[in-house]
């Protein structure tokens, strides 16, 4: 299994967007709710901690 790390590098390439040019024109929390909902949407939240899944829950509204 993937590290929660390497993870979260496949779900930044998911997205439908270059990271690097969107951050010049989008605010960076809406470019970190992205990468977390593209990160639940991919990975679920089995292999986080409680205190993780609470700051996805508080960062993305849902999981």
């Given at each position: 299994?993937?590290?929660i790390k390497e993870k979260f590098i496949e779900a930044i390439k998911a997205l439908p967007y270059d990271i690097d040019e969107e951050i010049l024109r989008k605010d960076t929390?809406?470019?970190l709710q992205d990468v977390v909902q593209k990160?639940?949407?991919?990975y679920g939240i089995d292999d986080l901690s409680e205190n993780?899944?609470?700051c996805v829950q508080s960062l993305?509204?849902?999981i």
């Open positions: 299994m993937s590290s929390k809406d470019i990160y639940v949407d991919m993780d899944k609470e993305i509204g849902k």
